[in-house]
């Protein structure tokens, strides 16, 4: 193990008393073990005219080599502040991309080329020993002392960088202190007695607090802050002590805190508190304060964008719209969200959805939504939001008025933000589905596309329909069902739909199998123009799509333009050789998913029925491993026919289903998960064919 005599040696004469003070001689295994303990890298820098460069002999007390650079209008000392200068910046690249936060330790004449070192380069801590009070001690450099001392120097670091000295003469630098007095930026400089870190040393030493009270929990001033590319600002937090006390970041030694950066590519953070921002974006801060045996973590988020956000940044005409809304700022970052009526109702208001397509990055979002259609939409239902409109993420609304909610969004290093209601499925998204399954070599042969028309806005209506071409069974002998979606607002359900879908179409041996022996018939949403206008239930002519079912027969005098056109489908197979087996309505309540029945005549333990519904109920229980069903139960005619699964029922008698729930579900998978496992029991219960 090579010693401090051995690295003396290796890089020339004079670097012990440069590099370690006298005295220890500590091998480099404990170095190692003090860097390792801290996560820091330690380099040894030797600017021009130290160590290998050294052009004097140890004995020569002559310097013409120096005294020679003033001819041509330049010192040593400022060619070495260019070494070091170098040497950072040789530091990052080898280090990757992104900033890592640098401190630089000197002492004597080379603690003031650290310290000018700071004022060109990006130094997160000065830790300098010794440092000379003015230039008549050194460094020397040509006609500084007309423009200003080592007192305004390190007045102008210590607003940059975290300044520690240590066995330096406070009174050389009153002038500095009461510069930074003045700027309440005195946090930014603290004397010591001896050096904090130096290279051999095995760190500060531990504080003593024993008999003292337990920490608690950790207060940061704010959970999110936004900041401009070069600012720097400190973070404010107190560790709540058992005792009731506060301590501060001033109450606290070194080895209590840590206070690092989770993105230091777009923001830094020094063991001080203070955060500098390097480049545009969103970072977390991390704060840890350890005191005995109990340590608390506390999480800062800082934006950096571009500029903040303003009114023309949202579009709500789009894929996630809200017909009639309007966006009214009210501070930076924190809009208020106006939301239009529905089409012939003016006590509902259309969802609250926008895309914010560009400038989001480091920027984050208050928004404050009004007026609230009813107390559900806070506590059942959620809303969620998107960096890119395919993986989305639940966020509640917090009441903070009679009649207003809040979203609070953090930082983000996305240019795009999307909001929607639940965890929305676009029509976009769902014509880009269809295409998709269409298409694929994989899916294609199975796949069928039957359009149906068109919304009252023009968007095509499909049913997609998926069956095995080559099966050995004829299409009249398979089981046939029809799955719809009616409410724009439940966009649960479309993805519990979508993981019907994708398991149908997958490779397991027994989606082989549903497709032989059944044609199934898929409707992601009845109603396009909903979804992209954020109504909730009706359509663009303000009729409920789930009160719009007519028992006499489809009537577009009397019903829904959409639901007219998808009930005549369902009469059209109805009317023909090979009818419909069962319906499934797919909707979004409180809960987990809710299915209920209306039994058809394949129920049954007579000759030629299928068994009890008890058996279909213990089928999903069984294909449900993650608890996301409420058990099958009996749906109860209540009237009202015009509701999907009861008019159908009502008018043909066979199996018709609501599937409701999935409020408590909060994420895509969970819905596709569900899906996936109705699907498999539905397989599973309707064995064979239709007419064994």
Same mark, same amino acid.
């Given at each position: 193990?090579?010693?401090?005599?051995?690295?003396?040696?290796?890089?020339?004469?004079?670097?012990?008393?440069?590099?370690?003070?006298?005295?220890?001689?500590?091998?480099?295994?404990?170095?190692? $073990?003090?860097?390792?303990? /801290?996560?820091?890298?330690?380099?040894?820098?030797?600017?021009?005219?130290?160590?290998?460069?050294?052009?004097?002999?140890? /004995?020569?007390?002559?310097?013409?080599?120096?005294?020679? !650079?003033?001819?041509?209008?330049?010192?040593? /000392?400022?060619?070495?502040?260019?070494?070091?200068?170098?040497?950072?910046?040789?530091?990052?690249?080898?280090?990757?991309?992104?900033?890592?936060?640098?401190?630089?330790?000197?002492?004597?004449?080379?603690?003031?080329?650290?310290?000018?070192?700071?004022?060109?380069?990006?130094?997160?801590?000065?830790? @300098?020993?010794?440092?000379?009070?003015?230039?008549?001690?050194?460094?020397?450099?040509?006609?500084?002392?007309?423009?200003?001392?080592?007192?305004?120097?390190?007045?102008?670091?210590?607003?940059?960088?975290? %300044?520690?000295? +240590?066995?330096?003469?406070?009174?050389? !630098?009153?002038?500095?202190?009461?510069?930074?007095?003045?700027?309440?930026?005195?946090?930014?400089?603290?004397?010591?007695?001896?050096?904090?870190?130096?290279?051999?040393?095995?760190?500060?030493?531990?504080? +003593?607090?024993?008999?003292?009270?337990?920490?608690?929990?950790?207060?940061?001033?704010?959970?999110?802050?936004?900041?401009?590319?070069?600012?720097?600002?400190?973070?404010?937090?107190?560790?709540?002590?058992?005792?009731?006390?506060?301590?501060?970041?001033?109450?606290?030694?070194?080895?209590? %805190?840590?206070?690092?950066?989770?993105?230091?590519?777009?923001?830094?953070?020094?063991?001080?508190?203070?955060?500098?921002?390097?480049?545009?974006?969103?970072?977390?801060?991390? %704060?840890?304060?350890?005191?005995?045996?109990?340590?608390?973590?506390?999480?800062?988020?800082?934006?950096?964008?571009?500029?903040?956000?303003?009114?023309?940044?949202?579009?709500?005409?789009?894929?996630?719209?809200?017909?009639?809304?309007?966006?009214?700022?009210?501070?930076?970052?924190?809009?208020?969200?106006?939301?239009?009526?529905?089409?012939?109702?003016?006590?509902?208001?259309?969802?609250?959805?926008?895309?914010?397509?560009?400038?989001?990055?480091?920027?984050?979002?208050?928004?404050?939504?009004?007026?609230?259609?009813?107390?559900?939409?806070?506590?059942?239902?959620?809303?969620?939001?998107?960096?890119?409109?395919?993986?989305?993420?639940?966020? @509640?609304?917090?009441?903070?008025?009679?009649?207003?909610?809040?979203? $609070?969004?953090?930082?983000?290093?996305?240019?795009?933000?999307?909001?929607?209601?639940?965890?929305?499925?676009?029509?976009?998204?769902?014509?880009?589905?269809?295409?998709?399954?269409?298409?694929?070599?994989?899916?294609?042969?199975?796949?069928?596309?039957?359009?149906?028309?068109?919304?009252?806005?023009?968007?095509?209506?499909?049913?997609?329909?998926?069956?095995?071409?080559?099966?050995?069974?004829?299409?009249?002998?398979?089981?046939?069902?029809?799955?719809?979606?009616?409410?724009?607002?439940?966009?649960?359900?479309?993805?519990?739909?979508?993981?019907?879908?994708?398991?149908?179409? +997958?490779?397991?041996?027994?989606?082989?199998?549903?497709?032989?022996?059944?044609?199934?018939?898929?409707?992601?949403?009845?109603?396009?123009?909903? @979804?992209?206008?954020?109504?909730?239930?009706?359509?663009?002519?303000?009729?409920?799509?789930?009160?719009?079912?007519? %028992?006499?027969?489809?009537?577009?005098?009397?019903?829904?333009?959409?639901?007219?056109?998808?009930?005549?489908?369902?009469?059209?197979?109805?009317?023909?050789?090979?009818?419909?087996?069962?319906?499934?309505?797919?909707?979004?309540?409180?809960?987990?998913?809710?299915?209920?029945?209306?039994?058809?005549?394949?129920?049954?333990?007579?000759?030629?029925?299928?068994?009890?519904?008890?058996?279909? $109920? /213990?089928?999903?229980?069984?294909?449900?491993?993650?608890?996301?069903?409420?058990?099958?139960?009996?749906?109860?005619?209540?009237?009202?026919?015009?509701?999907?699964?009861?008019?159908?029922?009502?008018?043909?008698?066979?199996?018709?289903?609501?599937?409701?729930?999935?409020?408590?579900?909060?994420?895509?998978?969970?819905?596709?998960?569900?899906?996936?496992?109705?699907?498999?029991?539905?397989?599973?219960?309707?064995?064979?064919?239709?007419?064994?």
């Amino acid at each position: 193990m090579k010693t401090r005599e051995d690295v003396a040696e290796i890089i020339g004469p004079g670097a012990r008393s440069t590099v370690w003070p006298d005295g220890d001689e500590n091998s480099l295994e404990e170095l190692g $073990r003090t860097l390792s303990h /801290d996560n820091k890298t330690l380099i040894l820098v030797a600017p021009r005219g130290i160590g290998p460069t050294n052009w004097l002999s140890p /004995d020569d007390e002559r310097d013409p080599v120096r005294r020679s !650079f003033m001819n041509i209008g330049q010192t040593r /000392d400022g060619m070495q502040i260019w070494d070091v200068r170098r040497a950072v910046e040789a530091a990052r690249k080898i280090t990757g991309p992104g900033n890592i936060p640098v401190a630089l330790e000197a002492n004597n004449t080379m603690a003031g080329i650290a310290l000018y070192t700071s004022l060109y380069e990006d130094i997160e801590q000065l830790n @300098l020993a010794r440092l000379p009070g003015s230039h008549k001690e050194g460094p020397i450099l040509l006609n500084i002392d007309k423009v200003f001392d080592l007192p305004q120097a390190l007045a102008l670091a210590a607003v940059q960088s975290q %300044v520690r000295l +240590s066995e330096t003469s406070q009174d050389s !630098f009153e002038w500095t202190m009461h510069t930074l007095n003045s700027l309440g930026m005195t946090g930014q400089i603290a004397f010591t007695d001896s050096p904090e870190i130096s290279a051999g040393s095995s760190g500060p030493e531990k504080v +003593s607090r024993s008999g003292s009270p337990e920490l608690v929990r950790l207060h940061l001033s704010a959970d999110r802050i936004l900041m401009k590319p070069g600012e720097r600002q400190m973070i404010e937090f107190s560790a709540e002590m058992s005792d009731g006390s506060q301590l501060s970041l001033s109450d606290l030694s070194r080895e209590e %805190v840590r206070v690092l950066s989770l993105n230091p590519d777009v923001a830094t953070a020094g063991s001080y508190g203070q955060v500098y921002a390097r480049n545009t974006g969103a970072a977390t801060i991390q %704060v840890e304060v350890t005191i005995g045996d109990e340590e608390r973590t506390a999480h800062l988020r800082i934006g950096v964008p571009e500029r903040t956000l303003s009114e023309e940044d949202f579009v709500v005409d789009g894929p996630y719209g809200s017909h009639g809304a309007e966006i009214e700022k009210l501070g930076e970052n924190h809009f208020l969200f106006r939301r239009g009526q529905h089409p012939e109702d003016e006590d509902r208001s259309n969802l609250p959805q926008f895309i914010i397509p560009e400038n989001f990055r480091g920027n984050n979002l208050t928004l404050d939504i009004t007026p609230l259609s009813y107390p559900a939409e806070t506590h059942n239902y959620h809303m969620a939001y998107s960096f890119d409109g395919e993986h989305w993420t639940p966020i @509640l609304q917090e009441l903070v008025g009679e009649n207003v909610s809040r979203l $609070r969004i953090p930082p983000s290093n996305s240019d795009s933000f999307y909001l929607g209601f639940q965890i929305p499925l676009s029509h976009e998204t769902a014509q880009k589905l269809k295409k998709q399954w269409a298409s694929d070599p994989k899916t294609a042969p199975y796949v069928t596309l039957h359009r149906l028309g068109h919304s009252l806005q023009g968007r095509p209506l499909y049913r997609m329909e998926i069956t095995d071409p080559d099966s050995p069974h004829e299409r009249n002998d398979r089981w046939k069902h029809y799955i719809a979606q009616a409410h724009p607002h439940e966009g649960k359900s479309r993805w519990r739909v979508k993981g019907m879908i994708d398991w149908l179409l +997958s490779d397991a041996p027994e989606a082989a199998d549903a497709r032989k022996r059944h044609i199934w018939h898929f409707v992601l949403t009845m109603n396009p123009d909903g @979804l992209n206008n954020g109504f909730t239930r009706v359509n663009a002519e303000g009729m409920d799509m789930n009160r719009t079912f007519l %028992v006499d027969g489809a009537d577009r005098s009397e019903q829904a333009h959409e639901g007219y056109i998808y009930q005549r489908d369902i009469e059209t197979f109805m009317e023909s050789d090979h009818p419909l087996t069962t319906f499934w309505d797919m909707h979004v309540w409180g809960r987990e998913v809710e299915p209920m029945v209306h039994l058809g005549p394949e129920f049954g333990e007579e000759a030629g029925q299928l068994g009890s519904w008890e058996k279909l $109920r /213990d089928l999903i229980e069984s294909h449900d491993e993650y608890d996301l069903i409420i058990p099958l139960a009996i749906r109860r005619f209540e009237g009202q026919t015009t509701l999907w699964d009861r008019g159908v029922h009502h008018r043909y008698g066979i199996t018709s289903a609501i599937v409701e729930g999935s409020g408590y579900l909060d994420t895509q998978e969970e819905n596709m998960k569900a899906g996936e496992a109705l699907i498999k029991s539905i397989n599973e219960f309707y064995r064979g064919t239709r007419l064994e």
